[in-house]
């Protein structure tokens, strides 16, 4: 399809254990955004690309988190020794470029739960 | 993390009639946006707002964007079933968007 693709679709892991999360954005845009959205909320910003670099990554809560995207497309979310508040659904959205007036499109999400 | 303030929480409608939710925060926006969720999937943008005192209609929503710039309103009307969802405002400065806490809406036939 040409919407934005995450996988796995559902994550279950260990208290402890590393995770990667992917995201394919939309061909051909530049921009790309990962959040987290906890059960009965509204999603919040953890890190954004503009190209390969994080432009912005001031709302990834620790360095457990880290975040890549080498080529400019793909981009991984990885959490070292998860917690179980790291329990929620991780969305990725994508935008044509980072500036204003562009739509950010959403992925389904990765439901990760760390028991 | 900031979150904005939405109201209502939820909402128990009959389809047919209109619905009116708000959105505030404590600081100013130049972007305002509202997104609806349905279950297992990600947001979908509804409508956008530009600029303070804006009225934007996108089908039978109408979005306002407010004079302040720390508020913004949806109004739906005649609702029916595939109403159903969660809607969140969002307010964007600096292209991260800032999510409200949602408003959960049901349609009873």
């Known amino acids: 399809g040409a919407g934005v693709s995450q996988t796995p679709s559902n994550k279950v892991t260990e208290k402890g254990k590393y995770v990667e999360l992917r995201c394919d954005p939309i061909s051909g845009h530049t921009a790309l955004y990962w959040y987290r959205q906890s059960l009965g909320q509204g999603p919040e910003f953890l890190i954004y690309?503009?190209?390969?670099?994080?432009?912005?990554d001031s709302g990834l809560p620790n360095d457990r988190f880290f975040a890549v995207r080498p080529e400019g497309s793909v981009s991984t979310l990885k959490i070292q020794r998860t917690e179980r508040g790291d329990s929620a659904v991780y969305l990725c959205?994508?935008?044509?470029?980072?500036?204003?007036?562009?739509?950010?499109?959403f992925g389904p999400g990765t439901r990760l739960t760390v028991l | 993390g900031q979150q904005l303030n939405q109201n209502p929480q939820s909402m128990f409608i009959q389809e047919g009639e209109d619905v009116s939710m708000n959105c505030t925060s404590s600081?100013?926006?130049?972007?305002w946006l509202w997104y609806k969720q349905d279950p297992g999937e990600g947001p979908v943008l509804l409508i956008a707002l530009y600029k303070a005192g804006e009225l934007t209609s996108n089908g039978r929503l109408t979005a306002q964007f407010g004079i302040t710039r720390k508020d913004s309103f949806l109004n739906i009307s005649a609702s029916i079933p595939s109403d159903v969802g969660i809607y969140f405002c969002a307010g964007d400065n600096t292209d991260k968007l800032i999510f409200g806490t949602g408003t959960r809406l049901q349609v009873f036939p």
């Open positions: 600081s100013i926006f130049n972007t």
């Open positions: 690309f503009q190209g390969t670099g994080a432009a912005d």
């Open positions: 959205a994508s935008s044509l470029t980072r500036l204003a007036h562009n739509e950010q499109f």
